[in-house]
């Protein structure tokens, strides 16, 4: 009786970051918050982190940064809110002078990894 040799190659194999799949290594995205019911506030979006690091000086209000997929820097509000409270921050927020009027409340979901601040 012959034995059949193992084949290295077909062996499932998986790291951090990457799996083996059809022959190919495939990255996994990982990202930085786990999804429940709560909401950042999403107000500004910058190319780079220095200029959202500029910006976040200026403000008075407490915020966070994450990467996102394309590779631009997403600042939010520093703390997640409820579904009710995130649209309650959003309109108080609004009234305050240099709150912009694009921002929105999102799952976070596609937050590649937290950048700063707490």
Same mark, same amino acid.
């Given at each position: !009786?012959?034995?059949?040799?193992?084949?290295?190659?077909?062996?499932? #194999?998986?790291?951090?970051?990457?799996?083996?799949?059809?022959? &190919?290594?495939? #990255?996994? $995205? =990982?990202? @930085?918050?786990?999804?429940?019911? #709560?909401?950042? $506030?999403? $107000?500004?979006?910058?190319? &780079? !982190? +220095?200029? @959202?690091? *500029?910006?976040?000086?200026?403000?008075?209000?407490? /915020?966070? *940064?994450?990467?996102?997929?394309?590779?631009? =820097?997403? $600042? /939010?509000?520093?703390?997640? %809110?409820?579904?009710?409270?995130?649209? @309650?921050?959003?309109?108080?927020?609004?009234?305050?002078?240099? %709150?912009? &009027?694009? *921002? %929105? +409340?999102?799952?976070?979901?596609?937050?590649?990894?937290?950048?700063?601040?707490?």
């Amino acid at each position: !009786m012959s034995e059949t040799p193992y084949l290295s190659d077909k062996r499932p #194999r998986t790291s951090k970051f990457a799996f083996w799949s059809g022959g &190919n290594w495939r #990255r996994k $995205v =990982v990202y @930085a918050s786990s999804l429940d019911d #709560r909401k950042y $506030v999403q $107000v500004f979006s910058f190319p &780079n !982190m +220095g200029a @959202a690091r *500029a910006k976040t000086q200026t403000l008075s209000y407490r /915020t966070d *940064a994450y990467e996102t997929p394309n590779g631009w =820097v997403a $600042v /939010t509000l520093a703390s997640k %809110f409820t579904d009710d409270e995130a649209k @309650a921050a959003l309109q108080n927020k609004k009234k305050e002078t240099g %709150f912009p &009027n694009d *921002a %929105f +409340g999102t799952f976070g979901n596609t937050y590649k990894r937290k950048l700063c601040c707490d």
